[in-house]
């Protein structure tokens, strides 16, 4: 694969920046799953691959020269950052959120944002249901006995979890998978979600979120990192929970306030609870980690590993890194976060121009009638919007010439244009 590419920003009469494959420079963060570096290098690609997130300034310096970034939930793709990166064409979110990569930012810079939806759903429910029956059996505060040479054979306080209520605040991708599992283990489920969700098997929505707080013995929230969602559980919800029931967060730190989680459990309203993310977490493995819930009763803490399973990893690092390839080959942005999308294919027969451009009336028009003036024959054409953006391919019969692009590049509504040959 060879690609030219321009910015807006850039001086139209200086000559494109061509691309080659081994000249096309990845950067993959935080531990990225070996396949998905190997993927990447079988492409020809340069990767350079490190164990640990990065702060702005250090991720600023890194991304010099570097056409695609992968990062995973612990670095922070700010504004600041894609101001300091125009080489960047596309960041893979190697995880489910995208909350710390400004969306906004990216569209502006014509970058496109991939994520992996799917890839550890079934790994976070699988480590919902352990942590709901190691609470129910209070099963960490009899291992920490045993550890401690206490034998502690009592029944008190141990519960089986058949019969019992779940209830899930979030019903998306795994908050409905636990629906399923859940019932297959004789739960009860209902469900709590702002959007408009078909309950699957016998699991019952909730018109509100206080019904499900008053009925669940168990809660487990599974919402997404939108603003909206900080702050959700506090002193006000736990109050409002069934006496002597379990809570779990698996989903996002800045959900629950921690120190009100702290109180509840410890005055016995709460009777167990399980956290896997937390408002701060450290960046690096190894860092120091503090929380108000260190040393409570029958309160697991687990460090962010909800999908991190060999699998799913596994299956992230695959997954992100071919939509990342396929972006940067032929233009393809099947299931991006941001980008408008356009599933496309390989063509050996043509040479594609990607045009990113803000969604404004005839555009197309004054592009084709740009391909007029200057001889191209168009054998094929897409174009679609999202929101503010638009994003047209065009393939042509000839690759075009340096002055093509530059004119394009020049255009008002012009983001970015490429040409891959």
Not at 94 to 103: H, P
Not at 296 to 324: C, M, W
Request: net charge negative.
């Amino acid at each position: 694969m060879t690609m030219m590419t321009m910015t807006q920003n850039e001086n139209p009469s200086q000559p494109m920046r061509r691309i080659d494959d081994a000249d096309l420079k990845v950067l993959l963060l935080e531990n990225i799953h070996t396949d998905g570096q190997e993927f990447l290098r079988n492409q020809g690609y340069q990767v350079d691959a490190r164990d640990g997130a990065l702060g702005e300034d250090e991720l600023i310096e890194a991304v010099q020269g570097v056409h695609l970034l992968g990062i995973r939930s612990t670095t922070y793709v700010t504004e600041k950052v894609l101001q300091n990166a125009p080489d960047l064409l596309g960041i893979g979110a190697f995880c489910i959120g995208t909350n710390q990569i400004d969306l906004t930012a990216t569209s502006r810079a014509g970058i496109a944002v991939f994520n992996a939806p799917y890839s550890n759903t079934r790994s976070v429910v699988e480590l919902a249901i352990a942590e709901i029956i190691s609470l129910a059996r209070r099963l960490h505060e009899k291992s920490t006995d045993m550890h401690r040479g206490v034998w502690n054979k009592s029944a008190a306080g141990s519960h089986e979890v058949r019969g019992r209520t779940l209830g899930i605040v979030g019903y998306g991708n795994i908050g409905s998978q636990l629906s399923v599992v859940a019932e297959a283990l004789g739960l009860k489920v209902m469900f709590y979600d702002i959007d408009d969700k078909l309950a699957l098997g016998n699991a019952r929505r909730c018109s509100t979120l206080e019904e499900l707080l008053a009925e669940a013995d168990v809660v487990s929230l599974h919402v997404d990192g939108r603003p909206g969602n900080a702050g959700l559980f506090t002193d006000v919800q736990m109050r409002q929970m069934k006496p002597r029931s379990l809570f779990l967060n698996l989903s996002r730190g800045i959900a629950v306030d921690t120190a009100a989680l702290r109180e509840h459990l410890e005055s016995g309203h709460i009777a167990g609870a399980a956290l896997d993310v937390f408002p701060v977490e450290p960046k690096r493995q190894g860092d120091p980690f503090s929380s108000e819930l260190q040393g409570v009763p029958n309160v697991i803490l687990t460090p962010h590993v909800g999908g991190s399973t060999e699998e799913a990893q596994q299956d992230i690092g695959r997954f992100v890194a071919s939509k990342l390839r396929s972006y940067a080959a032929y233009g393809s942005t099947s299931l991006s976060v941001n980008f408008p999308e356009m599933n496309l294919r390989a063509d050996p027969d043509v040479h594609r121009i990607a045009y990113v451009h803000r969604n404004a009336p005839g555009v197309l028009a004054t592009i084709n009638s740009m391909f007029g003036e200057h001889g191209v024959n168009i054998e094929g054409q897409q174009l679609t919007t999202r929101g503010e953006l638009g994003y047209a391919v065009t393939d042509v019969a000839d690759e075009v010439g340096p002055d093509v692009l530059s004119a394009l590049a020049a255009l008002p509504e012009t983001i970015r244009v490429r040409q891959l040959t």
